[in-house]
């Protein structure tokens, strides 16, 4: 299950976190750790808690049970010192509509403790950034989606705040949007703010994440690095079968020896997941001998190492058969 | 304390908000059709500086309170206060900044109606009595105490209510009747009437007030 990294320079810990909207478990026993100046990325499919716990972590949700802690200060009690550190953008980030975009950071970047002049100083620096000079004066509400969460986001680093969260910060954006944004936070990171995101856009999270965190149902399934989320699927080995045609059939390899389950994460794909220990040129050779016996028309059968996109479908998956 | 920031900022949001241009402008106009109906069918004008207390106090409160509490589930629910609330502010800044905003326009649209009367008053007549006077001052004190009443009931509802429907619809029925607490001393001919009426004013819409940010200090979001 949970694989936490004790480290000295943890950042952000929490333990045992629990989050019940009604008699529905949001969170249960969450815990897991950021190093300081780290990039976690945090996956999982909808409805799994990730805004949830990133709430509690910002301090809009304060009714929680477990301890969380950012930096020397406890969630939510030292609110205010935590603020001071921190940047969000929300997953639907939104503004009042009547103001510029200048207006909005000026307020923003007041608020969080900027002078007027490194306001004005910042402000130029972060629209260029992220391509948004020609936007300053706009009002808010006649810029298009992706540009609303490029101002969400230059909200939440005008101020170079120490942890930065967000959640889905890339959606919406284009292509180069999104890369320039990966590169912001690897530099961000470089520089020692410790960032939080989460994403279901698994290659982007590949992309950055130093360490990934995986949840679903309220419940951590796996953190780690990204090796060490691989090795610890590695032990139980997979086999891909590439299907010339697409057909159900491929269920049926659910029941050949030492097979402990089938997924097909794209058509005509399949993984086949093997018992930890089980030899897999047998596991292979018996596969081979279903395909024929079956009649499926394959274009290839190999030993593969599990993606991310793998690694969160076992996991996920595992949670949902459960 | 942000509110005072935050207080400047609401201000230039609401004041070429299309709603106060309808105060700024509307509200004279409509005070001077009112004189002009009154004149025509009794024959005799009431001072014009009253009717335009008058207006101001049944229209403007309305609309300022509908407006208050419009805006407030709006941005609640579009999420937009998220990004406030995880700045170093307090919660209540964010209300109170929004009340004072909003009732400091209206208190400007007052004062520009009533002077507005004072003038036609003035102009028609070659003279201004003390009574009027007295009357525009009295009038005014009353208007203002049932717009900040209307101001923190709109903010209440605003933080409670959780569409924008339910929200007019308990502003439209319910701020109404709770600003016209302020009235009573006059109502009940009390000497002093004009200071009462502030004091109960002053009372009521800092009982509302609080009570406002009780919920949205207690406020998941």
Known sequence: ?322 | MKTGLLFVDELRGFYKSKVMIFLWVGLPVIALMFRFISASSSGQSIPFTVISALVVSSIGGTLASVMLAVFIINEKNRRVYDLFLIRPLKRRDILLAKFFSVYTCVAVASFIAVLTGIVIDYSTTGALSTAILTDAGQSLAISLSMIAVACSAGVLIGVASPTVLVGAILVIYGGNQISVIPLVPTLLNLPYASIFTIVLATTVAVGLLVAAITIFNRKQF
Do not use: C
Request: no cysteine; proline share 3%.
């Open chain 1, 1 to 322: 299950m949970t694989s936490n990294s004790s480290n000295d320079n943890e950042f952000v810990t929490i333990r045992n976190l629990e989050k019940k909207f009604g008699g529905f478990y949001a969170l249960n026993d969450v815990s897991f750790t950021i190093k300081e100046g780290e990039i976690f990325g945090y996956i999982g499919p909808n409805g799994a808690g990730k805004t949830t716990t990133m709430k509690i972590l910002v301090g809009l949700i304060t009714d929680f049970q477990g301890a969380v802690s950012i930096g020397d200060f406890q969630v939510p009690k030292r609110k205010d010192e935590i603020h001071k550190l921190l940047g969000y953008l929300p997953q639907s980030v939104a503004f009042q509509e009547w103001r510029t975009v200048n207006q909005t950071l000026t307020t923003f970047g007041r608020l969080s403790g900027l002078s007027d002049t490194k306001v004005e100083e910042r402000i130029p620096e972060i629209l260029s950034l992220l391509g948004l000079a020609d936007a300053r004066n706009k009002k808010v509400s006649h810029l298009s989606g992706g540009m609303i969460q490029k101002v969400g986001l230059a909200q939440a680093l005008l101020h170079e705040p120490k942890f930065l969260v967000l959640d889905e910060p890339l959606g919406g954006l284009d292509p180069l949007s999104r890369y320039q944004f990966k590169d912001i936070v690897l530099k961000l990171a470089k520089k020692g703010t410790t960032v939080l995101f989460s994403s279901h856009i698994l290659s982007d999270v590949q992309d950055v994440a130093d360490r990934i965190g995986i949840i679903s149902h309220g419940k951590i399934k796996q953190v780690g690095t990204l090796n060490e989320l691989k090795i610890s699927l590695v032990s139980q080995k997979m086999v891909q079968v590439l299907l010339s045609f697409a057909s159900d059939k491929w269920q049926e390899f659910g029941a050949i020896r030492n097979v402990i389950g089938v997924e097909q994460p794209s058509p005509g794909r399949i993984l086949v997941r093997l018992k930890a220990g089980s030899d897999e040129d047998q596991a292979v050779n018996d596969i081979v001998q279903n395909v024929v016996k079956l009649g499926i028309r394959v274009r290839g059968v190999s030993v593969i190492e599990p993606s991310l996109d793998e690694i969160y479908f076992n996991y996920v998956s595992e949670a949902e058969n459960r």
